[in-house]
């Protein structure tokens, strides 16, 4: 095994734009991997501050950070494909510019790569919460749905369909077999947040890949940035589109029905999710119409053990869970609430005169 950790090259796809402030701890994090037979490239999605200096800088003085440009701003999907076209080593493992990863971590995944023989490890990640300055660990980011497989395995990546749900599906803290993504022709979609989903669940959708999970956290993951994508527009409406990729991923490995329950359980936790506040001032009732038709597409008769029952059960949900949202959206909308406001003080003048007439 020494042999094979000695020969095997990782190339880390880094894609960077407007993350000045967090790129020399992120390219020294990979940089300092005591792993050393690294590929360190870094997509330069023209950013338009001080990121290509750093770039530059670092480029200078090791050799393995190879730097690429983009001609246009074209999104982190665009970023990540040209990683994996210019890549040339057996494994790739993906790190967003502004997250970092300790010493151990390509060495850690690549002695469980390598001993059991497996196509994906997964790994744990910290999570630093900018706006609170805090640290912490959650079960979606601690893969604690994937409990029983930590430390051991090979297992086939289809048994991961049981837990589409709660599996992170995130790019980062994974190291995948670089020839397993390109026999698929695997690309992250281009203009679109989510882009892990439709990505993560056609790979793990083969009957042929394995893959493990281990315990120990390996990466620190900024998942609250002041500025970030997520929090600086409205990439909350893309998760409609990922549903539809999703049900053309699932459909196209012949997986629709294997996948129904845990996939509409997704699309729930997933609508639930960011109708619940990761934006602040969402256009509530637009997503709500988004979700509405999102939610009729899905037949019940897709159920397993489809009963009718269970059919009925999807039916009801899927009416109960827009019904709930629709109320609670307006509430949450400002035009709603002024609306509710002038009513109340328009029943409030003949109320008053009533009340001024029967003291009289």
């Avoid at 076209?85 to 995944?109: C, M, Q, R």
């Avoid at 744990?124 to 919460?129: G, R, S």
Wanted: proline share 4%; with cysteine; glycine share 6%.
């Amino acid at each position: 095994m020494s042999g094979e950790l000695e020969q095997a090259k990782v190339s880390v796809i880094i894609p960077v734009y407007k993350t000045e402030k967090y790129l020399r701890e992120c390219l020294s994090s990979v940089c300092q991997q005591t792993y050393k037979n690294l590929e360190i490239i870094v997509v330069n999605d023209c950013s338009p501050d001080g990121s290509q200096d750093l770039i530059e800088e670092f480029a200078r003085v090791d050799p393995r950070v190879i730097p690429f440009k983009t001609r246009v701003n074209s999104g982190l999907s665009v970023s990540r494909n040209l990683g994996m076209e210019k890549a040339s080593g057996t494994y790739v493992t993906f790190l967003d510019s502004d997250d970092s990863i300790l010493p151990e971590n390509v060495e850690t995944l690549m002695r469980v790569m390598i001993t059991y023989g497996c196509d994906l490890v997964m790994c744990p990640l910290n999570i630093y919460n900018e706006a609170t300055g805090a640290y912490f660990r959650d079960g979606y980011h601690d893969l604690a749905g994937l409990a029983k497989f930590e430390d051991q395995g090979p297992f086939p990546t289809r048994a991961l369909l049981g837990y589409l749900a709660v599996t992170n599906v995130s790019a980062h803290g994974k190291l995948f077999r670089l020839k397993a993504l390109r026999e698929r022709n695997l690309k992250f979609p281009a203009g679109l947040a989510f882009e892990d989903n439709p990505f993560f669940w056609d790979f793990v959708s083969s009957a042929e890949t394995r893959f493990c999970v281990i315990s120990k956290p390996l990466n620190y993951y900024r998942a609250v940035r002041i500025g970030a994508l997520t929090s600086s527009r409205d990439t909350y409406k893309d998760i409609f589109v990922i549903f539809d990729l999703l049900d053309d991923v699932f459909a196209k490995h012949g997986l629709t029905q294997v996948v129904a329950n845990d996939l509409f359980r997704y699309k729930v936790i997933q609508f639930w999710y960011w109708q619940g506040g990761r934006g602040g001032s969402w256009p509530s009732l637009d997503y709500l119409r988004r979700a509405q038709v999102a939610f009729r597409k899905i037949p019940a008769e897709v159920v397993i053990n489809g009963s009718k029952r269970n059919q009925a059960k999807v039916r009801i949900l899927n009416f109960s869970v827009i019904l709930a949202f629709f109320i609670f959206a307006l509430f949450r909308d400002q035009r709603f609430r002024s609306a509710l406001s002038d009513l109340r003080r328009t029943l409030s003048l003949p109320l008053s005169l009533l009340k001024s007439a029967v003291r009289r």
